[in-house]
């Protein structure tokens, strides 16, 4: 019977690295490079038909004047030719660890290799002909630039009596407030709609999955949605005007995310709004991949003679700081807005984790420390469960010899050597299994901790000490080109073929773990046991380092721990 948990241990755990393993390999590849978003001189993009969200064509091309933007955290500018966001970069992150690679850019200029754009604009109710802003109007602002901390208007007179504004405001960090304004000077009422989208013109390289989700999201009668581009593509390729998703909503928020960066719209949470999901095909290249979430007021402004109608929408354009977006959910009542982080299924594991160890980085100055000192602590938590394990293990390490002796008692009749074994077991006091426990219960807290390494932008290039420079990324050394002697990446050839140093340090420190236990009493199973920290090591060598260097530092503090406990419980009783 001990057998067979201790085979059902050893397949137990090899399943669920390999699982993680395969997620790993098939979703999360070794980081690489982005390039920065062109910056055209001219600009050419899909558009609003009239100023509809639902619907989009090919424009021509358009240039003209544009607005700075200038606040602490970001920078770029404002199109006044459609008074389109697209231009945002931000100041504090950088596309590699390199200090001196491009600047994160969040939203590209059309006609650039990667447009993506936020647009605030109005529908006319049907059967009324109104001229309306669309993306050819020019707007005239208020003041040279938009900076923190100011408010500019955004203008446009139809000549026709209307005149349409967008007071625009940005704070220190990543969040626009724009309130849509209409002023009417004609002699009927006027009925409109205002909206609000972001819109992506291109496909960016996806990283979906059931450990994270980037794509079309958003917030509606509090409960979260996520719809893949797939099936944004697939449902909006048949359905009018493309729109793969609707939803009518008391506010909420919607938008566009991608690992660490988030671009959505919060409108005024006392409104009703029309949520959508869209795609439209034919936009770039022919290859239909323009893909747009947008906000609708469900019931229409009427505005009379002489009077202004007003809608404000928050809009968001920055990267996922889980405490700026905590700040901004109680801020503006955004509801859910920390959702944007995929803290995911075990949300009541990682998001705790994640806030020990951004304490404790605040604390001890790096996150590397903070991982060292989290692990510390949960030994700490975990010291009675480790105790008992390991007291039993120490326990039947020293009845080998009896264990030895039933085997060959009865080693023609299994059944009767199983039922002396645990009548053993039962004298003894002691529970074959209890070796699984510490492993079972930590395996939730090693997901959830690789899921915090992987989504949060506050781990992002985040270093340690020598070599390596971003926990959040494999460990860049390789054993098979000895370490940066030799100058060639053998990865290049085959994935399998990377072998970092803090692997091999993990695979040491697992086999000092191992040498602790006692071992298999079948020779073959001992033989497999023998093998499992180079089959580990080589499932955890393109992991992020994070991880690995928990799981390392977690083997120590074991070793220690183990040495000492079974110890004292395999002294012989005087």
Known sequence: ??????????????????????????????????????QPAGTTAAAAQAGAPGTAQTMPAVSGPRLPINATDISGSIGLTGAVFDDV????????????????????????????????????????????????TIWTASAPALNEGSRITLSWDNGAGLIFQLLVSIDSHYMFTVQQQVVNHTGPPVTLFPW????????PEEQSSYVLFDGPEGVFNNALKQVSYGSVKSDGKNAP????????????????????????????????????????????????????????????????????????????????????????????????????????????????????LDYLNSVLG????????????????????????????????LLAPKMKEIRELHKDDPAAQQKATMELYKTEKINPASGCLPLLVQMPIFFALYKVIFITIEMRHAPFYGWIKDLSAQDPTNLFNLFGLVPFDPASL????????????????????????????DPVQARMFQFMPIIITFFMARSPAGLVLYWAWNNLLSVGQQWLIMRQASRPKA
């Open 494 to 521: 085959n994935p399998a073929l990377h072998m970092g140093a803090l692997p091999i340090i993990m695979g040491i420190t697992m086999f000092l773990q191992q040498r602790l236990n006692p071992p298999p009493p």
């Open 366 to 397: 790096n996150f590397g420390l903070a991982i060292l000192a989290f692990t510390l602590g949960m030994k700490i938590v975990l010291f009675p469960l480790a105790n008992y394990s390991y007291r039993s293990m120490g326990k039947m390490k």
């Open 1 to 38: 019977m001990d057998q067979k948990r201790l085979l059902t241990a050893i397949a137990l755990s090899l399943g669920i690295l390999l699982v993680f393993q395969f997620i790993s390999y098939k979703y999360f590849p070794p980081p690489l490079p982005s390039p920065a978003v062109t």
């Open 241 to 356: 005007d493309g729109v793969a998703f609707t939803e009518t909503s008391p506010g909420g928020w919607i938008g566009i995310t991608d690992k660490y960066w988030l671009t959505a719209l919060a409108p005024d949470q006392s409104t009703t709004e029309i949520g959508t999901m869209s795609y439209h095909p034919g936009v770039k290249d022919g290859d239909g991949i323009a893909y747009q979430t947008a906000f609708t007021a469900a019931d229409p402004e009427v505005i009379a003679p002489g009077q202004t109608s007003s809608a404000q929408t928050h809009f968001f354009a920055g990267a996922k700081v889980v405490k700026l977006l905590d700040a901004y959910q109680a801020q503006y009542g955004i509801p859910n807005f920390y959702k944007s982080v995929d803290f995911g299924h075990l949300y009541i594991l990682t998001k705790p984790i994640f806030f020990a």
């Open 196 to 203: 609000s989208r972001v819109v992506r013109d291109y496909k």
């Open 89 to 136: 970069v931000l100041k504090n992150y950088h596309e590699t660890v390199a200090k001196d690679s491009p600047l994160v850019q969040v939203m590209g200029r059309r006609g650039g290799s990667k447009p993506s754009y936020a647009q605030f604009g109005w529908t006319a109710a049907d059967g009324e002909s109104l001229k309306l802003p669309n993306d050819n």
